[in-house]
């Protein structure tokens, strides 16, 4: 993996699979549109549209242990899709 502007060697074949690829076939790899996805936290299983999403909102902050009081958050944010 290169930094944007690292020198890439000449015989490399660099794809962007970034959400902003100028390329459809590659942006598909990017985990904002890679999914849907199932995901098991905290013994439940739910579904994510997109890695992101599950990335995003499975997290536990210092303080919001309490899962029951945001889990309803968490359940709309795994259903949300990128557009």
Request: aromatic share 14%; with cysteine.
């Amino acid at each position: 993996m290169f930094h944007k502007r690292a020198k890439v060697p000449a015989d490399a074949i660099v794809v962007d699979c970034t959400s902003r690829s100028k390329e459809a076939w590659s942006r598909k790899f990017s985990p904002f549109y890679l999914g849907p996805i199932d995901v098991e936290p905290y013994d439940e299983k739910l579904k994510s549209e997109t890695m992101e999403n599950a990335w995003q909102f499975t997290k536990i902050f210092p303080g919001y242990e309490d899962k029951a009081s945001i889990w309803s958050g968490r359940r709309k944010g795994l259903t949300h899709t990128k557009q």
